[in-house]
């Protein structure tokens, strides 16, 4: 017998189909770092610093535009069961894929020869962690100040017990029916990552890619605000 | 292995920390005994049995405590097991690398360790469900996120506020399977060690040290004092050295430095 997720429309966080969990994003909260921003999403606790752009002199360095590197890492504590610190197959993909889905909106031939680091440490996980991690990595990255042609909001649409749902939580997302994480530059109508699993007909994914979209246009919404609260209190603060 | 990073710290902004501490005060404003504004958040994360948030200044630390069961050591079956592991994130600086603990992290979790085995903060022979066989395993994991100097002090108030605030499921065991009560019990603490940190800047002592002080200090020094005000733990750290006389007079900064120390520790704690 499969849990019965949505009652009477109602999630098991009492929220609709399309709503998101509570989202909140604080920018420039660590010293060193170029640039930085904690995001909380739904119980997802997320930390990112932003290094560089850096001089490298490391093989394989390309002469025409800089390198972007992602740790995607996940604190021991973070999840209820204690996870090992070392990184696992899961989190190398993981920072893999966001840092694909945030390349295409960087201008990175301004840096050639150089290395940029985005370092996102996953404090508590929740649903979702990877789509909080670029929502908050594009975040960073704009208060690191590297040039950039739209911002990235991410977020997950999923079938749960018949029906999509957009931004799952823990439960939806391991007993749900399928789970699709969306990445987005809206400005240009682009996508920048996309992952599924589970199972969807054609008809699903069209709609859920659609409310997946609606529900980024929400996240921009908050990214911006957090930019410029930052910005509104004086550029040097940090 | 590599010696532990440094800042390059310039030589006009040497000068000028050394001037200010010639006039008995830091370039931010401090005393010479003054630690830098301490906040301590506790429960930060739900899904740990016991957290805490430690900022001192622009050093950023967080702990996280999880309870598991574990198969005791064979040299002390009646004992539950402790580990303390930490990991300054390459979030915490530029020069940090993503990798395995380095040498100092490894310090750091080792230290932070010593303070709470040695204090005797919580009685291990209280977290055996079976002699032998099953005990509780107590992981405390730091991450540094931010890092700006004095590590071991930070880390340390993070681990033990985390650990004093801790509640979980006891485990009984019931007709040979391990079952999960429904009350969640605190950790049997019996003490509280608290770690305060010096540093030797030219030929001042100073508490609490910047990063930018630590790369251009002789050595530095870490005490944890217990409750009833023995040591319980010593690290000198840096690669200089401290006069004998150095290291009787931090012995008793320290001794009246942590009783301050442990006023705002305890008043944390009883505030969770």
């Known amino acids: 017998m499969e849990n019965q997720l949505i009652i009477n429309g109602k999630r098991t966080d009492g929220r609709g189909p399309t ?34 752009p850096k001089d490298s002199h490391r093989y394989g360095m390309n002469i025409e535009k800089a390198t ?7 604190s021991p504590f973070s999840t209820e069961e204690r996870k090992n610190p070392q990184p696992s197959r899961r989190e190398i993909e993981i920072s ?7 390349e295409p909106s960087l201008i990175l031939e301004n840096f050639p020869k150089t290395m940029i680091d985005i370092f996102v440490e996953v404090l508590q996980s929740d649903g979702g962690s990877r789509s909080a991690s670029i929502t908050a990595a594009s975040v960073a990255l704009a208060d690191a100040g590297i040039p950039m042609k739209d911002l990235v909001e991410a977020v997950a649409v999923g079938k749960v017990n018949g029906t999509l749902v957009v931004d799952l939580n823990d439960i939806e997302d ?10 987005f530059m809206l400005n240009e109508n682009k996508i920048t990552l996309l992952q599924m699993d589970g199972k969807m007909t054609v008809e699903e994914f069209k709609a859920g890619l659609t409310m997946a979209m609606e529900a980024a246009k929400k996240i921009k919404e908050i990214q ?3 930019l410029a609260k930052k910005y509104s209190q004086g550029e040097n603060k940090k | 292995m590599m010696p532990s990073k440094k800042l390059l710290v310039s030589a006009v902004r040497k000068e000028q920390i050394l001037k200010s501490l010639a006039q008995g005060k830091r370039v931010d404003n401090r005393g010479l005994l003054d630690y830098r504004p301490l906040s301590i958040t506790p429960n930060v994360i739900e899904k740990a049995e016991g957290s805490a948030m430690v900022k001192l200044g622009d050093t950023h630390v967080i702990a996280g405590v999880k309870i598991g069961v574990g198969t005791p050591f064979p040299d002390t079956p009646n004992e539950g097991i402790l580990i303390v592991n930490a990991e300054i994130l390459p979030t915490a600086s530029e020069y940090q690398e993503p990798g395995p603990p380095d040498e100092d992290s490894i310090e750091l979790a080792r230290v932070v360790d010593r303070g709470i085995r040695e204090s005797k903060m919580i009685d291990f022979s209280k977290l055996v469900i ?7 395993t107590v992981y405390v994991d730091i991450s540094v996120i931010g890092m700006d ?23 009984v065991n019931q007709n040979g399977t391990l079952v999960k009560g429904s009350e969640k019990v605190l950790l049997p603490v019996q003490d509280l060690g608290v770690s305060t940190t010096f540093a030797k800047v030219d030929s001042y002592i100073i508490v609490d040290p910047t990063w930018e002080e630590e790369s251009m200090m002789e050595a530095r020094l870490t005490i944890v004092y217990d409750k009833s005000g023995n040591i319980c733990a010593v690290q000198k750290g840096g690669n200089g050295a401290l ?4 290291v009787l007079n931090i012995i008793d900064l320290a001794k009246s430095k942590s009783e301050e120390m442990r006023k705002v520790l305890e008043g944390v704690i009883s505030n969770a």
Do not use: Q
């Open chain 2, 149 to 171: 100097g004095n590590l071991f002090d930070a880390s340390s108030y993070a681990a033990v506020v985390a650990l004093l605030t801790t509640k979980y499921y006891p485990v």
């Open chain 1, 96 to 102: 893999k894929v966001i840092r694909d889905a945030l």
């Open chain 2, 130 to 136: 079976e002699p032998g066989k099953h005990v509780y």
């Open chain 1, 68 to 74: 972007l590197r992602c740790r995607y890492h996940m």
């Open chain 2, 243 to 246: 006069l004998v006389d150095d």
């Open chain 1, 174 to 183: 391991k007993e749900g029916e399928s789970d699709m994480p969306v990445a």
């Open chain 1, 19 to 52: 709503d998101l969990r509570p989202l909140k994003i604080d920018v420039g909260i660590i010293k060193n770092a170029a640039g930085s921003s904690y995001i909380e999403h739904g119980k997802n606790k997320i930390i990112v610093a932003i290094y560089g």
């Open chain 1, 224 to 226: 911006k605000e957090a």
